[in-house]
């Protein structure tokens, strides 16, 4: 069975930090493009943060650049999201997805479909 499985979500003070995990099951991320999204209660689902297939061009979208990082390790076949300074807009389920790239050196793509989403895992920003 092909699945993203996310995990690392809680419950962190204003200021605080968490790092999320996206691990696939039943395909490699090899020649995949990963992407973070997240949806707030009441709000549409936004992009977060994409890495291409080949780990070297990363996208974030504003409201996030500057405090998260996105990191892949093939060798585990997860994907990262290390959010650090979390404010309380950061609280949302995050769900990681993949689209296939198969060409190593392109960009990756928040605005476009993903082939396979994770069940998402909730972060939540509060004092």
């Known amino acids: 069975q092909l699945q993203l499985v996310e995990s690392g979500g809680g419950l962190v003070q204003p200021g605080g930090s968490l790092r999320l995990s996206c691990v696939a099951s039943?395909?490699?991320?090899?020649?995949?493009?990963i992407g973070w999204f997240r949806q707030a209660p009441g709000k549409e689902r936004e992009g977060v943060s994409c890495?291409?297939?080949?780990?070297?061009?990363?996208n974030y979208t504003d409201p996030v650049k500057g405090r998260f990082t996105i990191s892949r390790d093939n060798a585990k076949n997860t994907v990262y999201l290390q959010m650090n300074d979390l404010k309380p807009e950061d609280t949302a389920v995050y769900y990681c997805?993949?689209?296939?790239?198969?060409?190593?050196?392109?960009?990756?793509?928040?605005?476009?479909?993903?082939?396979?989403w994770g069940q998402g895992t909730q972060v939540t920003v509060s004092s």
């Open positions: 997805a993949a689209y296939r790239q198969l060409v190593f050196f392109r960009t990756c793509v928040l605005s476009r479909d993903y082939d396979f």
């Open positions: 039943g395909f490699t991320l090899d020649y995949y493009a």
């Open positions: 890495i291409n297939s080949g780990g070297s061009k990363i």
